[in-house]
């Protein structure tokens, strides 16, 4: 873990953020920036986006403070901005959080470039589209790559990032550096993948889930609670692979791969098929309708995020480091 040295001097050198986009991830982001003392300016051209994000502050403040971040106050340091060249021209670094459409992304960035000081950092939240594609209308790649949240960004740690084919080595440091800087979990990826690592998982556990009650073997309330009461509490403290290593006693993932190795293979080789057509779909709708469905999700909202910083404070306990 960084210094306390290291992490203000990533943070000065990254004083200003310009945050693209406002939904649901950029104000996530931008409150996460604000209560780390940058200065956050927006550019988002949907009508009513001050009052959109200034209310976003106000529902991810208790989180904050449950995360031991300041949270009033915040807009002091927040400025709005619709034209993008004014919006970029003072940024030390760019959080875009744009539609996941290339064609905008890469105009956008190409307009970006134009403007933005060459020191800038550039990166993108996206969770579908690689900065090599990105950057494809950009004559200087070196500073752009993906910086790519787990939602929401001011709570979970993690963050993918994934250089382009063009991003300086140097640049992925830095962004390991700012991120690490606001307590995050950065892990770069060796290489780009549609869909990344965390999406791509949780793609694959969802694609089982639908299955399962395709089937008919559980109702999504079961799968739920088969899921909390078991893989979803051992991965909250131990991953797959070291979950399996001490799963396979004294010799670990050795004795695990070769007392269960074949079998894991050939089921690896059988892919049940799912066709998440309108009836499946409406199945999901009403037994999650009739079940947590009846709960506001505001509610839900607070219970999950109050639970998960509690989660958070004894994972930190346990590797002694505090906050995220």
Request: proline residues 7%.
């Amino acid at each position: 873990m960084p210094s306390s040295a290291d992490r203000a001097a990533a943070l000065n050198r990254y004083r200003n953020v310009c945050v693209i986009g406002a939904g649901v991830i950029g104000s996530s982001w931008a409150a996460l920036f604000l209560a780390h003392g940058l200065n956050v300016l927006i550019n988002d051209p949907q009508p009513g986006i001050e009052a959109t994000v200034k209310d976003a502050l106000i529902k991810i403040g208790p989180t904050l403070l449950k995360l031991g971040l300041p949270h009033e106050g915040l807009e002091r340091n927040l400025r709005f901005e619709p034209d993008l060249a004014r919006a970029v021209a003072g940024a030390d670094l760019v959080q875009e959080n744009g539609p996941e459409k290339p064609e905008w992304k890469q105009q956008l960035w190409a307009r970006i470039e134009a403007t933005v000081p060459k020191h800038a950092l550039l990166l993108s939240s996206s969770s579908a589209r690689p900065a090599t594609e990105q950057a494809k209308e950009m004559k200087d790649a070196s500073r752009l790559l993906v910086g790519h949240p787990f939602n929401p960004p001011h709570l979970i740690p993690l963050v993918e990032i994934v250089p382009g084919e063009r991003t300086d080595p140097a640049a992925t440091a830095d962004a390991v550096a700012f991120y690490e800087a606001l307590g995050k979990v950065p892990r770069v990826l060796k290489k780009e993948i549609q869909g990344f690592v965390a999406n791509r998982l949780q793609r694959a556990i969802m694609r089982e889930a639908c299955y399962l009650v395709q089937e008919g073997v559980v109702t999504v309330d079961e799968l739920d609670d088969v899921v909390t009461s078991s893989i979803g509490l051992r991965w909250a403290v131990n991953g797959p692979f070291s979950s399996f290593h001490m799963g396979g006693g004294p010799n670990g993932l050795e004795s695990f791969f070769q007392h269960l190795g074949k079998n894991m293979a050939a089921s690896f080789k059988v892919i049940p098929q799912v066709d998440l057509d309108e009836a499946l779909q409406r199945k999901i709708i009403d037994q999650a309708a009739a079940s947590f469905g009846k709960t506001p999700i505001p509610r839900m909202e607070r219970e999950r995020d109050d639970t998960q910083v509690a989660l958070l404070h004894v994972l930190a306990a346990r590797n002694g480091r505090n906050g995220t």
